[in-house]
């Protein structure tokens, strides 16, 4: 099983990025996928997750700039970021769960290995 992450890269406040996450190695029709992110000294944070059923769910802190969708046919995932701030700077991960509840780190069991975003004028 990989997840790889890409799309991360420095982006002005008030921008976008669109990351992507690839997933191979299972059936993604089957999971949840989340994305996860991780600030430096901060722990491990959810920010949006989307259900096998194609239902999704935000952090209140992304509510309204962040969307998640997910093209099983592709195999990818993806988080549509726009007006971003300095606090979405972040190491951005993707995860995979058959858990239909899953909503922390360690309800996990796949796991890519990050894109950094850094927002910064």
């Known amino acids: 099983v990989q997840l790889v992450e890409s799309g991360g890269g420095l982006v002005q406040p008030g921008g976008s990025l669109k990351l992507s996450c690839a997933v191979s190695?299972?059936?993604?029709?089957?999971?949840?996928v989340a994305w996860f992110r991780q600030a430096p000294g901060k722990e491990r944070e959810m920010v949006s997750c989307?259900?096998?059923?194609?239902?999704?769910t935000y952090s209140d802190s992304v509510k309204g700039r962040f969307t998640v969708s997910r093209d099983n046919g592709e195999s990818r995932v993806y988080l549509q970021m726009n007006s971003l701030k300095p606090e979405d700077t972040a190491v951005y991960y993707c995860?995979?769960?058959?858990?239909?509840?899953?909503?922390?780190?360690?309800?996990?069991?796949?796991w890519g290995r990050g894109t950094q975003v850094t927002v910064s004028s």
């Open positions: 989307i259900s096998k059923n194609d239902e999704p």
């Open positions: 190695g299972l059936f993604l029709e089957f999971y949840a």
């Open positions: 995860a995979a769960t058959k858990d239909p509840v899953a909503t922390e780190v360690g309800d996990y069991e796949h």
